[in-house]
Nanobody, 127 residues
Framework: VQLQASGGGLVQAGGSLRLSCVWS????????MGWFRQTPGKEREFVAA????????LYSNFVKGRFTISRDNAQNTLYLQMKSLKPEDTAVYLCAANPDQQWFEGRITSEYSYMSWGQGTLVTVSS
C-alpha cells in the first residue's frame, strides 16, 4: 500500500487549505484512516480520523471546529479540510491507515495503531 499526501503549502493565519491523501492499491474502504502531524523535535501527534465507512469521526481538541476529515471510498482518497489556520498548525501532515475493525478512541489516536504511512505534506502558516 502506498499513500500519497498532497495539498500543503504556505498560507497566512486565518486561511484555509485542503489536504488530500490518495491510496494506491488495495481495499481503502476497509480501513480507518487518520491524519497526524509532526514538527521537528516533537512527537507525531494525532489530528483526526474517520471510520472505514466515513460515519464516525474523531478530532484532537486543538483542531476541533476548524478541521474536517472526510473520505471518498470510490476514489480511494482521504481529505482534511483545514480552516482558521494558526501558526501553531505549522507541521508536516501525514496520512495513515489503521486496520482495526472496531472504533476504539484510545487506539485511533495512537500512531502505533496505524500500519501504513504516507510521506507527508508540509503546511506552513505565517502570522
Amino acid at each position: 500500500v502506498q499513500l500519497q499526501a498532497s495539498g500543503g503549502g504556505l498560507v497566512q493565519a486565518g486561511g484555509s487549505l485542503r489536504l488530500s491523501c490518495v491510496w494506491s492499491e488495495g481495499d481503502f474502504r476497509h480501513y480507518i484512516m487518520g491524519w497526524f502531524r509532526q514538527t521537528p523535535g516533537k512527537e507525531r501527534e494525532f489530528v483526526a480520523a474517520t471510520s472505514s465507512g466515513g460515519v464516525s469521526e474523531l478530532y484532537s481538541n486543538f483542531v476541533k471546529g476548524r478541521f474536517t476529515i472526510s473520505r471518498d471510498n470510490a476514489q480511494n482518497t482521504l481529505y482534511l479540510q483545514m480552516k482558521s489556520l494558526k501558526p501553531e498548525d505549522t507541521a508536516v501532515y501525514l496520512c495513515a491507515a489503521n486496520p482495526d475493525q472496531q472504533w476504539f478512541e484510545g487506539r485511533i489516536t495512537s500512531e502505533y495503531s496505524y500500519m501504513s504511512w504516507g510521506q507527508g505534506t508540509l503546511v506552513t502558516v505565517s502570522s
